[in-house]
């Protein structure tokens, strides 16, 4: 009995080894060719859409550097015409003023009788810049009498007084202009103080 088991389970590992070995070469090559016609698909998606995405990202680069020529260019216009004004604007004013350089011409050029004739020349000549100026609207800023405006005076001095209301502008050391409504240069003041400080 124990031979005829012994024959028996020798005559049986055969087959279990051969149910649990791999599968044949035969069997693998023909699983692979079932296969390589799905991976060759993907793979030609694959590409397709590569070379989808890289076409899109060249068009976009193109674009940008399109779009960065011309947003240079329109820079470069804007910054053109814009100094074409201002030398437009300065030739304008430049033009208005040259009557004024004519008279202080004439004036330097005429023999004057005698120094009070010579200042009435003069001073018909700063009334026709001033005018000038004014049509180009320069301003002068009011100051003698008025309330001191931090914005528009500059205190460069204190005068103890009762000649003036206090916090009023007594005098101007300096005149101060406006170009319509931008401030050009302060007006330089002696500011009234009719209260004195007390000290502690």
Known sequence: MTETNSKSETNQDPLDVEHELPPSNNVRQDQMQAA???????VADLSGDL???TAERDDLRNRLARAQAEFENARKRA???QRDFQDFAL??????LLPVIDSFDRALQSP????EEFRLGVDLIRRQLHDTLTKLG???????????D???HEAVELVHTTAAEDNHVL???????KLRDRLLRPARVAVARTTEEKTA
């Open 36 to 42: 390589s016609p799905a991976q060759s698909n993907n």
């Open 150 to 152: 931090p914005y528009l």
């Open 51 to 53: 070379q989808k995405v």
């Open 171 to 177: 005098d101007e050391v300096q005149r101060g202009y």
């Open 79 to 81: 910054a053109k015409e």
């Open 112 to 115: 004057a009788r005698n120094l």
């Open 138 to 148: 320069l301003r002068q800023i009011p100051t003698k009498g008025e309330p001191f």
């Open 91 to 96: 030739a304008d004013a430049l033009k208005s």
